[in-house]
Nanobody, 126 residues
Framework: AQVEMVSGGGSAQAGGSLRLSCKAS????????LAWFRQTPGKEREGVAA????????FYADSVKGRFTISHDNAKNMLSLEINSLTADDSALYYC???????????????????WSQGTQVSVSS
């Protein structure tokens, strides 16, 4: 599914929360993966959360479990990422990504995704 960043990002205090949203477009009759990645200068793009559009299987990186929640509004085809208990380590450029159809497992690796949004900056200050 193709994806487009809609809202979110910005600056926040450590301990606070942010919500990122992304609009997806893809066939409603097939399951595909939608995911969130983040990247800091000099580092590889890191997958933090993903889900299947059918079945609602969710996958999280160990580093964000319990603080990040990925969700998908099927009716609006909107993907969201809720980030709680922000830390300075969450500061990064965040991207949403979509795969081609017929997926039931969503790896958190960049090469598993075919479509990417523009990035949105999240900056956390202590």
């Amino acid at each position: 599914a193709q994806v487009e960043m809609v809202s979110g990002g910005g600056s926040a205090q450590a301990g606070g929360s942010l919500r990122l949203s992304c609009k997806a477009s893809g066939p409603s009759y097939a399951s595909y993966c939608l995911a969130w990645f983040r990247q800091t200068p000099g580092k590889e793009r890191e997958g933090v959360a993903a889900l299947t559009t059918m079945g609602g299987n969710r996958f999280y990186a160990d580093s964000v479990k319990g603080r990040f929640t990925i969700s998908h509004d099927n009716a609006k085809n909107m993907l969201s990422l809720e980030i709680n208990s922000l830390t300075a380590d969450d500061s990064a450029l965040y991207y949403c990504a979509g795969s081609k159809p017929a997926r039931s497992i969503c790896p958190l690796t960049a090469d598993s995704y075919d479509y990417w949004s523009q990035g949105t900056q999240v900056s956390v200050s202590s």
